[in-house]
Antibody, heavy 118, light 108 residues
């Protein structure tokens, strides 16, 4: 069955960096767009970024452009999100999901919490 | 950016009631690339409906989606106790991808 397992969350100071990982299994990872979606405490869902199956197409929401970098390693069935210059407003549970441009999010990980605080 | 506005913010209903959730887009959603998700506390969202009206395998047929262009509706024909949750619409036809603010369906 499809599994997505995020890791790498934690407490970081404003201005700091963190790298999230998502390990995928149970499907042909290299065939699918993948996305990161976040949810601030008590708030709604916000799509953050997607990457195409080959990695050639990448898109970010405006609030993270220039600070976050999405990438993937199809040989390792893994998705990544490098987060730099973190701000308090980046505090959220970050979900990895299968899907992106013109595909809905059929599968989600359990999420990893990122807290940005001094 | 396509802005999705969900209404009402909260729906207070009883088990067995019919629930009608609205999602209005600020511009036409390309090819009806509109999805609905259910989220319960402490859990990841779950996809219910995609392509505006296609139900995911395993989702009960009391859930149905319809609409086109800028107006979409999720209907739960008869609420079961496990249906009380927050529901989000999402468009995936134009980047940036966007979600609505959610509708909470609570027990009256």
């Amino acid at each position: 069955q499809v599994q997505l397992v995020e890791s790498g969350g934690g407490l970081v100071k404003p201005g700091g960096s963190l790298r999230l990982s998502c390990a995928a299994s149970g499907f042909a990872f290299s065939d699918y767009f993948m996305s990161w979606i976040r949810q601030a405490p008590g708030k709604g869902l916000e799509w953050v970024s997607y990457i195409s199956s080959s990695g050639s197409t990448i898109y970010y929401t405006d609030s993270v452009k220039g600070r976050f970098t999405i990438s993937r390693d199809n040989a390792k069935n893994s998705l990544y999100l490098q987060m730099n210059s973190l701000r308090a407003e980046d505090t959220a549970v970050y979900y990895c999901a299968r899907g992106g441009a013109v595909t809905s999010f059929h599968f989600w990980g359990q999420g990893t919490l990122v807290t940005v605080s001094s | 950016e396509i802005v999705l506005t969900q209404s009402p913010g909260t729906l207070s209903l009883s088990p067995g009631d019919r629930a009608t959730l609205s999602c209005r887009a600020s511009q036409s959603v390309p090819s009806s690339y509109l999805a609905w998700y259910q989220q319960k506390p402490g859990q990841a969202p779950r996809l219910l409906i995609y392509g505006e009206s296609s139900r995911v395998t395993g989702i009960p047929d009391r859930f149905s989606g319809r609409g086109s262009g800028t107006d979409f509706t999720l209907t739960i024909s008869r609420l079961e106790p496990e249906d009380f949750a927050v529901y989000y619409c999402q468009q995936y036809g134009r980047s940036p991808l966007t979600f609505g603010g959610g509708t909470k369906v609570e027990i009256k």
